[in-house]
């Protein structure tokens, strides 16, 4: 009988810190964190890992059910599976405990807030993107990395890193781009995901 702790955050420049402190202090002995979006659970290893892990009479901990899942389709899924395996749901932030009756009615009430927000903050970008369409200042997104003009750049002989700042683009796109056509120079063998 333990508790497992999960951080999430959407993106890689958020911060996991208080998150994790507070898991800490609830009592997690294990805690495994992503940054990743909470839109969906496809593609959230970490998320995977714990509910494959728990096991009856543990509880998975997290801060904010917001952490866990944003659509209330998942977070029913979420708890479904963790209440088959015999294990709880605890939101150290807000008043949610599955293994009361009390907890599990104010998580399906949150759920739904969640799954509205989100709705409604995509379709204050949908009407974003319409008034700039109609006003003639939204032309959608422009292709930001010229494939041909980096392939004729390394045609020439610059290497990756010059033709990198030369355009304005990261490193990493143009090893993408000529790989495998263009063996790496001496001079540029930093891996592609440091910064230039």
């Known amino acids: 009988m333990g508790k497992i702790g999960y951080a ?7 911060d996991l810190s208080l998150q994790l402190a507070a898991l800490t202090a609830a009592g997690c002995g294990v805690i495994r964190s992503e940054k990743i979006t909470g839109s969906t659970v496809t593609g959230r290893a970490e998320l995977r890992t714990v509910l494959d892990f728990i096991g009856n009479g543990d509880t998975l901990v997290v801060t904010r059910i917001d952490r866990l899942a944003r659509s209330l389709g998942d977070l029913q899924d979420i708890v479904r599976e963790l209440k088959a395996k015999g294990a709880s749901l605890v939101a150290t932030e807000q008043p949610i405990d599955t293994g009361t009756a ?6 399906d009430m949150l759920g739904v807030f969640a799954e509205f927000e989100t709705n409604l903050r995509r379709e204050r970008q949908m009407e974003g993107i319409a008034k700039a369409k109609a006003a003639g200042v939204y032309k959608g997104g422009k292709t930001r990395i010229a494939a041909d003009e ?10 990756p890193s010059a033709i990198a700042r030369q355009l304005g683009i990261g490193r990493a796109s143009v090893y993408r781009l000529l790989s495998p056509r263009k063996a790496i120079s001496q001079d540029d063998r930093r891996p592609p995901d440091v910064p230039s």
């Open 8 to 14: 999430r955050v959407s993106t890689t420049d958020q």
């Open 102 to 107: 009390a907890g599990k009615a104010f998580l």
């Open 150 to 159: 980096v392939r004729r750049l390394a045609g020439e002989g610059m290497g």
